[in-house]
């Protein structure tokens, strides 16, 4: 049971996470509303499957796990990070 708490507050953490930088990365230049809207969806999706399913998590309920997605996302975003960085450097 300790480690599917941990799974679930790990989720919780990150779902809010996600709320948060959509909440950052609506005005900023280089990423709008876009990135902003996909973030935000993706952290609701994951709080409310993770509360709908608690204590377990959603992969186990028969709920589609969502993490695979989001780490895509995760990766998207970090790659857009470097090319906005990488133009920033060179003006």
């Known amino acids: 049971m300790i480690d599917l708490g941990l799974d679930v507050a790990w989720d919780m953490l990150?779902?809010?996470a996600l709320?948060?930088?959509g909440a950052a990365m609506r005005r900023r230049s280089g990423f709008g509303?876009?990135?902003a809207i996909v973030s935000a969806v993706f952290g609701i999706a994951l709080i409310v499957l993770n509360?709908?399913?608690f204590p377990w998590p959603p992969g186990e309920r028969g709920l589609m796990d969502i993490g695979?997605?989001?780490g895509g996302f995760m990766l998207a975003l970090a790659a857009r990070l470097v090319i906005l960085g990488s133009?920033?450097?060179r003006n």
């Open 51 to 53: 509360a709908a399913t």
């Open 87 to 89: 133009r920033a450097t």
């Open 33 to 35: 509303l876009g990135w």
């Open 14 to 16: 990150l779902g809010t």
């Open 19 to 21: 709320i948060l930088w």
């Open 68 to 70: 695979p997605f989001i």
